[in-house]
């Protein structure tokens, strides 16, 4: 009798517990905001299944690719990504269950579109250019590129739950590759094959198919690249914070202006530019730093040690 009584007094304090815990408000603009990064995920992964079922893959009312206009989604998903973690920090109703919603529709948009979009992209490519012997084997690199790009984005994205801080001075650099800039990697290379690539060598049809093959052999081991930054200790840079906002040295402008010129010349270009040489250039400082210049100053102990001060007359 007495056990039945302790486990009804256990049932109603966790009945209590969890209706305490229950969610009563949120804020309703930021939470809107970051819905529409998942549908813009979701609307990319549908546009990449529709270049892959048609042979033709072009969007018939507008001159753009399936697989262009599905890099687009991605690309404003991310812009969706950006204003809603703002917009919450200047209304200061940031809260776990936004943190949460924007980490879900973050996998969809960053995590599974991308992968599925370069999975759709390589497999119409190796069907219609033909991939020869290796057919299959590089067949099954690209889903293992995919599936490994997924694992990666969803372990970076619970990792950013578990270690960040909701306080803007802590959001000057990230641990590891964020989500939206690999996203951004893959995306950047297919909208520039899509749109711009065909453009500048339809003069030279060998060149062109020479791309295409480059692109069908580099880009699987491409994304298992930016896979692997995700979940890496590498720092990376948060652009907004640490380059534009607040007072910066001249030099930042006149790079800012240099990609602006870039953009106005080839939106395209500008895009691969911007987001492999974010990717790719904190990656090539921290090995400069912890490897090749340790690995120096091993060789060469004389050189790490200080410097004597000078004596006073």
Request: hydrophobic share 50%; with cysteine; glycine share 6%.
């Amino acid at each position: 009798m007495m056990d039945q009584i302790k486990t009804r007094t256990a049932k109603k304090r966790l009945l209590q517990q969890v209706r305490r815990r229950r969610l009563k408000n949120i804020t309703i603009l930021p939470s809107l905001i970051t819905l529409l990064n998942g549908a813009c995920g979701f609307a990319a992964i549908v546009f990449a299944a529709k270049a892959g079922d048609k042979t033709g893959s072009s969007y018939p009312s507008l001159p753009i690719s399936y697989f262009s206009l599905s890099g687009y989604m991605i690309l404003l998903a991310m812009l969706a990504d950006m204003l809603d973690g703002r917009l919450a920090r200047i209304s200061q109703s940031t809260s776990s269950f936004g943190g949460q919603l924007d980490s879900l529709c973050d996998m969809i948009s960053f995590g599974v579109a991308p992968a599925f979009l370069m999975l759709k992209m390589l497999e119409y490519k190796m069907h219609f250019t033909g991939a020869g012997a290796g057919e299959l084997l590089l067949g099954r690199l690209v889903w293992l590129a995919a599936a490994a790009y997924i694992s990666c984005a969803a372990i970076r994205l619970a990792r950013f739950n578990v270690e960040n801080e909701e306080d803007e001075s802590a959001h000057m650099s990230f641990i590891g590759l964020p989500s939206p800039a690999a996203a951004g990697v893959i995306v950047s290379i297919i909208i520039f094959h899509q749109d711009t690539l065909g453009e500048l060598l339809n003069t030279n049809g060998t060149v062109f198919l020479i791309c295409e093959k480059l692109l069908i052999n580099v880009l699987p081991f491409w994304a298992l690249g930016i896979a692997v930054l995700m979940v890496s200790r590498i720092r990376y840079p948060h652009i907004i914070n640490q380059y534009i906002k607040g007072k910066k040295p001249f030099m930042h402008l006149i790079r800012v202006l240099a990609f602006l010129v870039i953009a106005i010349w080839s939106f395209q270009a500008a895009l691969l530019l911007i987001f492999c040489g974010f990717a790719f250039g904190s990656f090539f400082k921290w090995f400069y730093l912890n490897v090749l210049k340790k690995r120096y100053l091993a060789h060469h102990p004389r050189e790490k040690q200080p410097q004597p001060a000078a004596s006073a007359d």
